[in-house]
């Protein structure tokens, strides 16, 4: 797996996100306040109040700059708890309407986030959920490439081969499968840059969650961090082991969102 970086890097001024490339994270959550203080504690983020059109949102920042966001879920909403990738789109009215025609289902918008862009919430159709973001000022994750920021997102579905098709279809990707007897995994490209990957897990999938997007975020030491989520309230859902991407560790915070802590190989 080779991860594209965003486009903003360590420093500089942050360019627009080709579309279909994965360029924000969003969590809606119960309660705020207490998922604000685990990732902060975690990554060392700040907050600072996003579009009110949202409801009670917030845009985690770090050094200064915004690398996701956190919801509020109403009371009666009984959702599972996960971190959603929103892909980027020059047109999210026309790319929410290309999902539906291959197949998927689009629950929220498309709608505007004031200034900040627009919007629509979709699932493919095996069911897992994936954001549309057209910028406007708000042109995504601004800061990559350091601890705290997502690094990769993975999508844990049945079998690579149908899904697949159906992200090409909307978003234009370029498929390269790993030819393996015993591991069913495509990475999504844009431009020959990979972006996402898919990874077919048939009865392996939790079934407490089905088909679902994974973001992996970048820490210096991944058995610290674990050691970290567990003194902050969070799970550890498998603890930290070398790979192909780095060190790689599956955690869920209090809330029971899942996120991996990857430690990139030095």
């Given amino acids: 797996m080779t991860e594209a970086r965003g486009p903003a890097g360590r420093a500089g001024d942050h360019a627009r996100y080709a579309p279909g490339t994965p360029c924000w994270v969003s969590l809606m959550v119960h309660g705020m306040a207490a998922t604000q203080e685990f990732y902060g504690a975690l990554f060392g983020w700040e907050f600072r109040p996003g579009p009110g059109q949202l409801g009670p949102y917030v845009r985690a920042l770090l050094d200064g700059r915004e690398v996701a966001g956190i919801g509020q879920l109403p009371p009666d909403r009984h959702l599972p708890i996960a971190w959603t990738p929103y892909l980027a789109s020059d047109d999210a009215g026309r790319t929410a309407e290309t999902a539906r025609l291959c197949g998927g289902t689009i629950g929220v918008g498309p709608l505007d986030a004031g200034e900040a862009g627009r919007l629509a919430i979709g699932s493919d159709p095996s069911g897992a959920v994936f954001g549309i973001w057209q910028a406007a000022a708000h042109l995504g994750t601004a800061l990559s490439g350091v601890p705290g920021t997502p690094a990769w ?114």
């Fill in 153 to 266: 997102n993975e999508l844990l579905t049945y079998e690579s081969a149908t899904v697949a098709k159906f992200y090409e279809s909307v978003f234009g990707y370029e498929e390269e499968p790993v030819v393996s007897a015993d591991f069913d995994y495509v990475t999504l490209s844009i431009r020959g840059r990979a972006v996402a990957g898919i990874q077919g897990m048939g009865h392996a999938l939790p079934r407490d969650r089905g088909p679902h997007w994974l973001t992996y975020f970048e820490v210096a030491d991944a058995d610290e961090a674990v050691q970290h989520v567990a003194e902050l309230g969070g799970h550890v859902l498998r603890a930290a082991e070398d790979g192909e991407r780095g060190r790689v560790a599956t955690v869920t915070d209090p809330e029971g969102a899942r996120f991996c802590l990857l430690q990139r190989p030095r």
